[in-house]
């Protein structure tokens, strides 16, 4: 089967002939049909997570046909369309008992602890409790970024954050993740200040439901003015980016017993940042991550969807061939572009 696989990180990602993925225990085989390119491939590409074995395919947003199951799987078939989140959960750890497979003791990350979703087919352990049946008039290309992207953005907002009608939002980086984030938080009633160094991000915002906007310079002043836009600050605060400035800026446009909400990944130098933590005492400020949502908590959102409420089609700004994703995923840190870029062509000339 074709697949997109480099041998070194940083190195050439070229389209390969690799072997048909063997059908795991307890799982099932999926035929790719759509797949987002996420920053987080990027990283792993990068070698900024050490504990991906080389060669390697990327790709953890996938949407697909069921192909083949084990025997082991029930209520599921062959045909079946389906989608999964990125950390599929054992199912018998601790964890996993308590309805938290997102945070598993020995979870599988397509795409990282194994080959992903860059190729015609993948093979995903842990089906039971983590195959989420797609509604019928769904798209794939829709479809695919819910595993990643758009879920954590709900449980963010959703889960973590406890956003309401009530609510004064504040959302840091107005990619992918950021935008879902303005979408889900506006539709629930929030007023919502979407930040970025970018202005067409922010008139995508706007579009999403954003009902101020805030151009960043990256500087503590950002803060301040996101603190006056909100009427004394945000209830809650999504760094939805990821980075040293981002994270202290969210914490500090807090008004008091604020939340701020960690979604965008810290890597590197930013993997230990300094955090206001006299904010933390004085406002009695609550911090919290997100490493995405449970298959069990998808049933909610897909409801929003089907009625109209959310809509992650909207994010999909562009569908390309799987080689054409591969020069998208190189380029990421250069122009890494405005909502999902989905594969969905999987052909190649």
Not at 4 to 28: D, N
Not at 207 to 232: C, K, T, W, Y
Not at 234 to 254: E, N, R
Request: charged share 20%; hydrophobic share 40%; net charge negative.
């Amino acid at each position: 089967m074709r697949a997109a696989l480099y041998e070194q990180h940083g190195g050439p990602l070229e389209i390969v002939e690799v072997p048909y993925p063997e059908l795991p225990t307890g799982g099932v085989i999926l035929e790719v049909q759509a797949n987002g390119i996420c920053r987080s491939d990027w990283h792993a590409w990068m070698g900024h997570d050490p504990s991906i074995a080389l060669p390697h395919v990327p790709g953890h947003e996938m949407a697909g046909t069921i192909v083949a199951t084990d025997t082991d799987v029930e209520g599921f078939d062959v045909g079946d369309r389906v989608t999964v989140p990125f950390v599929l959960g054992c199912g018998a750890c601790r964890e996993c008992s308590s309805g938290n497979r997102q945070i598993c003791d020995n979870q599988y990350q397509p795409g990282f602890s194994g080959f992903g979703a860059f190729a015609e087919f993948i093979a995903l352990p842990y089906a039971a409790g983590n195959l989420v049946r797609l509604p019928e008039d769904m798209t794939f290309e829709a479809a695919a970024g819910l595993g990643c992207r758009f879920s954590t953005a709900y449980r963010a907002v959703v889960d973590q954050g406890e956003v309401n009608e009530d609510s004064r939002v504040a959302v840091w980086g107005c990619g992918g993740v950021g935008l879902s984030a303005v979408m889900i938080a506006s539709s629930l009633g929030a007023r919502v200040v979407a930040v970025d160094i970018d202005g067409t991000a922010l008139e995508i915002a706007s579009e999403f439901g954003a009902s101020e906007i805030h151009l960043a310079r990256n500087s503590p002043g950002d803060a301040e003015q996101v603190r006056e836009l909100l009427d004394g600050g945000a209830d809650v605060s999504i760094d939805a980016l990821g980075s040293t400035q981002t994270a202290a800026s969210s914490c500090l446009s807090l008004a008091k017993r604020g939340r701020h909400i960690q979604v965008g990944l810290m890597i590197g130098e930013a993997a230990d940042p300094v955090v206001p933590m006299w904010k933390l005492h004085a406002d009695e400020i609550t911090l919290r991550g997100v490493h995405g949502m449970q298959a069990s908590q998808y049933p909610p959102m897909l409801s929003m969807i089907s009625q109209g409420i959310l809509s992650p089609e909207d994010l999909v700004t562009r569908t390309v061939t799987l080689q054409e994703g591969v020069e998208h995923l190189v380029s990421m840190d250069s122009f890494p572009g405005n909502g999902f870029v989905v594969i969905n062509d999987f052909t190649v000339s």
